[in-house]
């Protein structure tokens, strides 16, 4: 795992009127221990990939309240565990990345909405949005409206976040409906504190476990309870939670001077649309604002009472709703027209409709919206000066930079062992002509970036050799396909493997195996050799692709590009009509150097011999070409000012972050670069004969070499 | 309570994963609960972690809670334009982008950016040079920020033997713009318990460096400008303003092969300058000649086999292999060198005859280069310093050899067309030099910008003196083959060009196919000598 939390997880224990400092996550985790959940469980994911991780480190603690964590094989497996909750009174929450979790999810979230809950039943939801996201951009809160399951969008600052896990699970149990909490990205990460409680064990658990099953045919998804369950979901279970979220007063009015009109924000837009208005002149540092505010903890269900008097009496109002389709504001409208107001509602129209409302995009709405209703007591032309003055340092920086600085995506680290496998590809195809390579989800989808430029789609997570079944039998070339270990154990290993040997799609799957879902941070798959909580396993990629019928069937060190040129020329030309699987075999850099790294550090101390290597580049003999770079893309593979005052364009260089993996030596080998590569082999901690060698040999070269001394040292 | 601040201190921390900066966040958080003010930080780790850019937000509420009566203040979780108080930046050019997104506002930034430079990869995969001119950057700091601390972070961190991180946690502190005490930002250093002793270094020369006191570690320049003195002969043959080249290439040629082949590059050049002086080039410092002289030096140094050889069995590089590796005096340590010799190289020291028959055979059975084949040859033994060593030594051989005669076969054609060019058209002359900048790289690299240079000098340049626009013509041409490597944007140019020479033109082009089977189809006179 990348990051550890053993120290932070000792913060779970504080107690009743003890205060938290710390990430969101955290208190997220606390909160669910303070609501005396029975079972947890989840798929990594930014932004919620350190809840798994945090609940990881933390099994002693659920231990002691007898609370069951698993990791689930993916999040549909993740939603059908809150099963749990349908026939009986047990706390369950599970988390996962949103929206693509939630898609994989969907399934079992459906049955799960239909049947109902006894237990409270809650689904902590990362969602992906804006800056820093991942994957599309969509929203959840269609999944939420569709399958009829409530969703909480708090107020991004922990006491909210606390109370709202807290009362979801009330909310669950008082409505008999799961529920979904939403946490945008900054939220997931957010630093604050909050008064703690204590822990409550859960009614029922490891600890105090249930007598009896529960039979109640009404909660089988099957005809004729699945009609009874959608009418008691319109019936009985929307009036419970709109009764509940009004009574325990879940949503929240800020009043202000300006009563002519208002401001409806969902919880996660409010600090934001404070800042705004701050920096507009209208609210102070502790949120006190002029315009009312309406802000929504629960943006569904909608609560048509609270709407309706917040807008009864007010020219206009802004709604400030994240992503589209714009639900919200919709509902609002058809709220409005239904109680016969006529307050106008202003929405899209001065914010965007797609993407995220950064602190920018707000101000400007509320500017906007300021100017076009101008009320009594702003006057629009300070501010449009003030909205002026905060967006001058943008045009200036513009007419300044002249031209954009260059971007800088994220990419393959150092000695990351998936990079060679696509400097082999690039090679493969140098021979071949372009192919389709059909990406999939996982730190290798880099390399759809330059300076490969290789992958033709992405799919979903796992869905990489699936993608391919349609393209494949129309293309001249043969098709490769990319899958990581990852996405093997997440569903890649029915949907694609599977599914081609079962229909003998004549294909070439590459499997990277690094050992852990490395883009989520190295958390432990089922072939990493022991499991989230360090009970090892022995499931093995090799040995299942076997088991499912694959017969032709190479491991390649990724690190050795030749061979992988010739693997995959192979694969490629093969006369083998059926499904061809190379696995790229290379351990996650990152987590193989926090692993050796200590290892090495002991060693060096105990005087043990220890050699270290690193790679360079002659400068002399470097052209300034950067093929190297084009076939690499190794962070530590860069270019510097060319020495040689005849020349002008910078040479290539390694610098010190090299870890030695080799990779740049291997790619001029088989991409019969150029001779400018080296190694360098340092030994520490010499023995005898390292040093009389080293004297011996110094003594020769240095006598060959001429010039002052007879050894170079 | 009217006296309190009306809004919180915001703090944008720009860096690239790896770099620290959510440690960095992590610390000003500490060190703010420590003094008891409001503090929150958020971030955007997700993928951007794996080396991309990042930011880390902090905003400080600079009241202690606790004077505030049960208030608390509202903290924003994204930056806004126009906002910041503090804008730190791990490097240059992500100091740019946090001006471009208007992060930096001349009312409120204090700027504090490393000034080294971590080439993004788009920078880094041009064939030519892809740098932004961070000069840009630099000039723009000064007017858009309130108070700029930009100091080479990396270079400091890197002597004090510690991470970027802690020199520019020193220099926030040190920059008085935030309401953190010196010994609570120290403090939160220490309750990390990682590298304590070397982060606590960093940090104080991060502080002294915002205070303007001196740091250790400030770079030189970048490129010291080259001192050779002219021989006597240079000086008196050709004028002072190209003199500085001319010692460069006679110094590079005299090591490369010997003073008569120095002597050959002098010869070479007189008649260009002439042309250059009749068509009064003089005025203008004589630009023709000067670039003439730079590429030709180089194009003469061409790498073979005996040069690399050469290279790497000398003294100085091996000081500087070790420098560069932090190999201590008398540590016991070897250099691998990867080599993979193949047919092209060794029939390029061959005599002619000799290579053709090489390669013919070479291309009847279908060789191509194994990819798993290569050489490592380690040259701090005897036995590989001494095979490199012996292939250095034939050095007298290579004026008889295949490649020799290549090369300055097409040299003669360039120069010649420089001379034709320079008399009439004085701006086409120095662009037609300097495609010379193509022919570089070794392999297929070089085969294909050998190719590129046939392809535009055929096409645009030879026996096409005075056309008009060709100056321009040319630069597009160039810098699209040096915009990517595999010659598509090349093949568009010249087509887009619309000249009737193209059709027959292609038909010549030889080397500019990839495979060796096809390349060596027309026996052309133009077709072997660009071989």
């Known amino acids: 795992m990348e990051r550890s939390f053993k120290q932070e997880v000792e913060l779970l224990r504080l107690g009743e009127g003890e205060t938290f400092h710390g990430e969101g996550i955290l208190a997220v985790t606390k909160a669910l221990l303070q609501s005396g959940v029975s079972y947890v469980s989840g798929y990594q994911g930014a932004p919620i990939s350190h809840l798994m991780d945090v609940l990881a480190d933390a099994h002693e603690v659920l231990d002691d309240l007898g609370i069951h964590f698993e990791t689930a094989a993916n999040e549909a497996g993740a939603a059908a565990m809150l099963g749990a909750s349908i026939n009986y009174p047990l706390r369950g929450a599970v988390t996962w990345k949103s929206v693509v979790g939630t898609n994989v999810a969907s399934d079992a979230l459906s049955n799960l909405a239909s049947a109902g809950v006894k237990g409270g039943a809650l689904i902590v939801i990362g969602e992906d949005y804006g800056e820093g996201a991942s994957i599309i951009q969509e929203r959840t809160h269609a999944f939420a409206m569709k399958s009829q399951i409530w969703l909480l969008d708090p107020r991004p600052n922990l006491e909210t976040i606390v109370r709202m896990v807290e009362k979801g699970f009330e909310l669950s149990e008082a409505s008999n409906t799961p529920v979904m909490l939403e946490l945008r990205i900054r939220a997931c990460h957010v630093h604050g504190s909050f008064k703690t409680r204590d822990n409550q064990p859960p009614r029922f658990s490891r600890n105090n476990v249930l007598e009896n099953a529960d039979f109640d045919y009404g909660r089988i998804c099957l005809p004729p309870s699945v009609y009874a369950q959608e009418k008691h979901k319109v019936e009985v279970r929307m009036p419970a939670a709109v009764r509940f979220v009004r009574d325990q007063g879940l949503n929240e009015v800020f009043p202000g001077r300006l009563s002519e009109i208002g401001i409806i924000a969902q919880g996660g837009m409010y600090n934001g649309v404070i800042r705004a208005l701050q920096q507009l002149g209208l609210a102070d540092a502790f949120g006190e604002s002029q315009i009312p505010l309406y802000v929504l903890n629960v943006t569904y269900p909608l609560i048509p009472e609270e709407i309706t008097r917040f807008c009864a009496g007010k020219r206009a109002v802004l709604m400030v709703e994240e992503g589209q389709p714009a639900f919200i504001e919709e509902s609002l409208n058809a709220l409005l027209r239904r109680a016969d107001l006529q307050t106008t509602i202003v929405g899209k129209d001065v914010l965007p409709m797609a993407g995220e409302y950064t602190g920018e995009v707000v101000l400007s709405g509320i500017a906007k919206f300021l100017q076009v209703v101008v009320p009594d007591g702003v006057d629009p032309a300070r501010v449009s000066s003030a909205y002026e003055q905060i967006t001058a340092p943008k045009r200036r920086a513009k007419e300044l930079l002249s031209e954009p600085v260059p971007a800088r995506p994220p990419g393959f680290c150092v000695g990351c062992p998936e990079r060679p496998v696509f400097a082999a590809m690039k090679l493969v195809e140098r021979e071949s002509g372009g192919l389709h390579i059909a990406a999939d989800i996982g730190c290798h989808t880099f390399s759809t970036l330059p300076p490969f430029n290789l992958g033709n789609s992405v799919l979903g997570y796992g869905l990489g050799l699936a993608s391919s079944a349609g393209v494949a039998p129309a293309m001249g070339k043969r098709v490769i396909s990319v899958m990581g270990d990852g996405g093997f154990w997440h569903n890649g290993i029915t949907t694609g493997v599977a599914n081609a040997v079962f229909n003998q799609d004549d294909s070439v799957l590459v499997i990277m195996k690094n050992g852990y879902t490395a883009a989520t941070g190295d958390q432990n798959i089922p072939s990493s050799g022991r499991n989230a909580i360090g009970v090892p396993s022995q499931m093995d990629i090799e040995k299942t692709l076997r088991g499912l019928g694959v017969e032709w069937l190479k491991t390649v060190h990724t690190y050795h590009v030749g061979t992988m040129v010739k693997t995959l020329r192979g694969a490629v030309n093969s006369a083998y009509k059926g499904l061809k699987v190379i696995v790229a075999d290379g351990e996650c850099m990152l987590e193989r150097s926090r692993r050796e790294k200590p290892i090495i550090a002991q060693k060096l101390k105990a005087g043990e011999r220890v050699v270290r290597t690193r790679f360079g580049v002659d400068e002399e003999v470097c052209t300034g070409d950067h093929s190297c770079i084009r076939l690499s893309g190794c962070p530590s593979l860069t270019i510097k000012p060319n020495p040689d005052p005849l020349r002008t364009d910078p040479v290539a260089c390694v610098n010190n972050g090299c870890v030695g993996c080799g990779v740049c030596g291997e790619v001029a080998h088989a991409a019969v670069l150029c001779p400018s590569f080296y190694r360098t082999e340092i030994v520490s901690n010499p023995t005898a004969l390292d040093r009389f060698l080293h004297r011996v040999r110094g003594a020769v070269i240095g006598w060959f070499q001429g010039g002052a001394g007879a050894r170079p040292a | ?531």
């Open chain 2, 1 to 531: 309570m009217s006296a309190l601040p009306e809004r919180p201190i915001t703090i944008l921390i720009a860096a690239l994963g790896g770099e620290g900066g959510g440690v960095l966040a992590e610390w000003l958080v500490d060190a703010a609960v420590a003094q008891g003010f409001p503090v929150q930080s958020t971030s955007i780790p997700g993928v951007s972690q794996r080396t991309g850019a990042t930011t880390y937000y902090v905003e400080i509420y600079p009241v202690r809670a606790e004077e505030l009566g049960g208030r608390r203040p509202v903290l924003a979780l994204t930056p806004s334009p126009g906002n910041i108080d503090v804008m730190v930046a791990s490097e240059l050019i992500e100091a740019g982008r946090a001006m471009q997104n208007g992060f930096v506002s001349p009312e409120r930034t204090t700027l504090i950016a490393s000034t080294h430079r971590i080439f993004a990869t788009s920078e880094k995969m041009q064939m030519g040079d892809g740098r932004y001119d961070s000069g840009k950057v630099l000039v723009a700091a000064k007017p858009l920020a309130k108070k700029t601390i930009l100091s080479d972070m990396a270079q400091i961190a890197q002597q004090a033997g510690t991470i970027i991180n802690t020199v520019l946690y020193g220099a926030v502190v040190g920059s008085g713009a935030l309401p953190l005490s010196k010994e609570a930002c120290e403090a939160a250093i220490r309750k990390s318990g990682k590298a304590v002793e070397s982060s606590l270094k960093g940090f104080e020369l991060g502080y002294a460096c915002a205070r303007g006191e001196a740091v250790p570690g400030q770079p030189a320049p970048e490129k010291p400008a080259p001192n050779v003195v002219p021989a006597e002969w240079v000086r008196s043959k050709f004028p002072a303003p190209i003199q500085d080249v001319l010692a460069l290439g006679v110094t590079r040629l005299t090591d490369y092969q010997d003073s008569a082949y120095a002597n050959l590059y002098l010869e070479r050049l007189a008649p260009v300058l002439v042309v250059e002086r009749q068509a009064g080039g003089e005025a203008e410092g004589f630009p023709v000649t000067r670039e003439t002289a730079r590429q030709l030096a180089l194009w003469m140094s061409y790498e073979d086999v005996i040069r690399v050889a050469d290279l790497k069995t000398r003294r100085d590089r091996f000081e500087r292999v070790r420098q560069e590796a932090g190999v201590e005096a008398d540590q016991p340590h070897a250099i691998v060198e990867y080599l993979k010799p193949g047919v092209e190289e060794i029939a390029d020291i061959l005599p002619p005859a000799w290579a053709a028959w090489l390669r013919r055979r070479a291309e009847a059975s279908g060789w191509q280069p194994d990819p798993e084949g290569g050489l490592e040859v380690k040259t701090t033994t005897v036995a590989g310093f001494l095979m490199l060593k012996a292939m250095s030594r034939l050095r007298p051989f290579r004026r008889a050899s295949s490649r020799y005669a290549e090369e300055q076969a097409l040299i003669e054609r360039w120069l010649a067309a420089i001379r034709e060019h320079a008399a009439k058209d004085r701006e086409a002359a120095p662009e037609i030099a300097d495609c010379a900048r193509l022919i570089k790289g070794y392999g297929d690299t070089h085969r294909r910008g050998r190719g590129n240079f046939v392809r535009i000098f055929e096409t645009l340049i030879e026996g096409k003196a005075g056309t008009p626009g060709l100056a321009a013509r040319v630069r597009a041409a160039r810098d699209a083959a040096l915009a990517d490597a595999e010659g598509k944007n090349l093949a568009e140019t010249l087509t887009g060009t619309r000249s009737s020479s193209i059709a027959g033109a292609k038909g010549q082009t030889v080397v500019f196919m990839p495979r060796p089977a096809q390349a060596s189809a027309p026996e052309t006179q133009e077709s072997s000598a660009s071989r």
